[in-house]
């Protein structure tokens, strides 16, 4: 044996050099924290994206310009869609509070029916932009453009596909802790892009049409 192993305290005791038992954490904290982390980087990578647009969003090289491509009837309803998706996912997070199964998945649904929405208006405008010859490399302005609002829509497109996913994990084990906790995740992610689309809509649309 070494001198390590055979140290003994004052009260005969051998010394412990590691806890018996674990300290208690809240349940599901950790997933909470990490991914209140994980939004923090992303709001790091929409506010480069937003500064990017900032600097270059008025070098048309000579192209078109805001007012020659944006139509706000379109862009605003595309922002109600959003909108009221958020609302209808509000729903969803009180109905599992509740306890109610079969109403969740039900506001569940009309959230992933609005983000497809959402989407489908995007995917039109992005198809009428690139028809009309306004490419992203046609200038810088439009670069910028499709790097931003691109970005957002493959968020939304990844949280209507983990909106199905929890749809199908609830459908299978319920409203338990894990999955509510997986739709508490959720929310964050689905009201952080919101509230990044508004600023897409101030700052790209409205101000670019008052350019």
């Known amino acids: 044996m070494t001198a390590a192993h055979q140290a003994v305290l004052s009260d005969g005791t051998s010394p412990v050099f590691h806890l018996q038992d674990e300290p208690h954490h809240p349940e599901g904290s950790s997933t909470m924290l990490g991914f209140w982390i994980y939004l923090m980087s992303d709001c790091l990578i ?24 944006f139509d706000l009837k379109l862009v605003a309803l595309n922002t109600a869609l959003l909108l009221f998706s958020s609302i209808t996912y509000g729903f969803a997070m009180l109905a599992m509070v509740r306890g109610k199964v079969s109403q969740t998945q039900a506001w569940l649904a009309v959230t992933g029916l609005f983000g497809l929405g959402f989407l489908g208006v995007e995917f039109y405008e992005f198809r009428h932009l690139v028809h009309e010859g306004a490419t992203p490399q046609r200038s810088a302005f439009l670069s910028s453009f499709f790097t931003l609002v691109g970005t957002h829509g493959l968020h939304v497109t990844f949280g209507v596909i983990w909106l199905v996913t ?33 600023g897409v809509f101030t700052f790209v649309y409205l101000l670019g049409m008052l350019r």
Do not use: E
């Open 46 to 69: 929409f506010a480069m994206l937003f500064a990017a647009f900032g600097v270059l969003g008025g070098a048309y090289a000579a192209g078109p310009a805001p007012k020659d491509l």
């Open 166 to 198: 929890l749809m199908i994990q609830v459908a299978r084990g319920g409203l338990t802790v894990a999955n509510q906790r997986r739709l508490m995740c959720l929310s964050m992610f689905w009201h952080f892009l919101d509230v990044i689309w508004i």
